[in-house]
């Protein structure tokens, strides 16, 4: 992309009146960013959607000199971008109308990965949260997907250590320029989710952690994502809107359950009852309705046909299949007396190991 694009990109975000809709629209139209500052005002007036109020300004000088600023804020502190219309912006962003047209970055994002989910949820996080959080991104961890969230505090930064941890790229989305950090607390983790993974952010320098910040911010989580996921959230929360985006977006949604009385699971069980959300219990719940699969299952099998090593857990989990047969997830946890959790792990273990093999109606079988 080149400077004179760039700028004219971002002269178009600094107009009052012109949201993401409107300059794609007036981008398509022109053909470019560029364009559009070269193009008559009466023609831009009859692009549908438009009209003379939201154009009221587009020529004024402030907004080329901020631009000007800005991207000089952007070369002097090494901070990248993304532009709606080139390849490495974020694919399912893409399909978005109200996406944004220009993403700012650090760090070491790479989105080629096709398998992309967002953890959402309360900034309260209880010890139910955290362990269901922690042990479900363990279970998926050989899957490789990217975690998205907010670095917030709670479930999201729960979330994206657990990534971290497990070797997984994270991203965090943020609801500010990054020239800060918010919440400042958190920037103790920001070098290690830079070495796989990264920030990115609509919000230019000048833009602090207002409260509409993170409302749009959220549709970023949602929208980049193939599903959300809600692993605690009270009645009311910035975690529910991020859920309420995501059905918009035709995407998948799912909550983790909780106890009725319990404040932060009310709006999980909420999702639920509403029929907004589906039911994650475990991690096979998410394979199993993304259709995901291994993507080293070829390399599995013949683990197996050589020699295979299984620790306490799988040997206990394969030898109760070997005896009886196909079984769901929740019956072999009551049976071999183990949390869901820990059966669901163990069994993409298994897997992976090509010992074990999945069926439709999460039935699972020994091979």
């Given at each position: 992309m080149s400077e004179n694009e760039i700028i004219a990109v971002l002269r178009l975000q600094h107009v009052p009146n012109i949201g993401d809709v409107t300059a794609k629209k007036l981008i398509s139209f022109c053909g470019g960013a560029a364009a559009i500052f070269e193009n008559k005002l009466y023609n831009l007036q009859k692009i549908d959607g438009v009209g003379s109020f939201k154009l009221r300004g587009l020529l004024d000088a402030e907004h080329l000199e901020a631009a000007e600023a800005e991207y000089l804020f952007l070369q002097k502190n090494d901070i990248g971008f993304t532009y709606f219309m080139e390849p490495d912006f974020p694919t399912y962003l893409k399909h978005c109308i109200d996406g944004p047209i220009l993403l700012f970055k650090r760090?070491?994002?790479?989105?080629?990965?096709k398998k992309i989910i967002s953890i959402v949820g309360t900034r309260k996080i209880t010890s139910y949260g955290t362990a269901f959080c922690e042990e479900f991104i363990e279970a998926i961890a050989p899957l490789n997907p990217i975690i998205v969230s907010g670095f917030a505090y709670g479930v999201d930064i729960c979330a994206q250590r657990a990534a971290v941890k497990h070797g997984l790229q994270t991203i965090g989305c943020l609801a500010h320029g990054l020239n800060q950090i918010y919440p400042r607390v958190h920037r103790k983790y920001m070098a290690d989710i830079e070495k796989d993974g990264g920030f990115i952010t609509e919000f230019w320098s000048n833009s602090s952690p207002e409260r509409e910040n993170f409302l749009k911010r959220n549709r970023i989580i949602a929208g980049m994502s193939e599903a959300t996921i809600v692993i605690e959230s009270a009645e009311k929360g910035g975690s529910l809107v991020t859920a309420d985006i995501a059905n918009s977006y035709n995407r998948d949604v799912f909550a983790v359950p909780g106890r009725s009385h319990d404040k932060f699971s009310v709006g999980c069980n909420n999702l639920l009852k509403q029929q907004k959300a589906q039911m994650l219990t475990s991690a096979a719940d998410l394979v199993y309705n993304l259709g995901w699969e291994l993507e080293n299952k070829k390399s599995a099998v013949v683990?197996?046909?050589l020699f295979v090593e299984l620790d306490d857990n799988e040997k206990h989990i394969y030898?109760?299949?070997?005896?009886?047969?196909?079984?769901?997830?929740?019956?072999?946890?009551?049976?071999?007396?183990?949390p869901v959790f820990k059966v669901s792990s163990t069994l993409l273990n298994m897997e992976m190991k090509g010992v074990v093999r999945p069926l439709p109606g999460k039935l699972f079988e020994a091979i």
């Open positions: 760090g070491n994002i790479n989105l080629n990965q683990q197996k046909q030898s109760y299949l070997q005896k009886e047969g196909k079984q769901l997830l929740d019956v072999i946890s009551l049976d071999c007396k183990m």
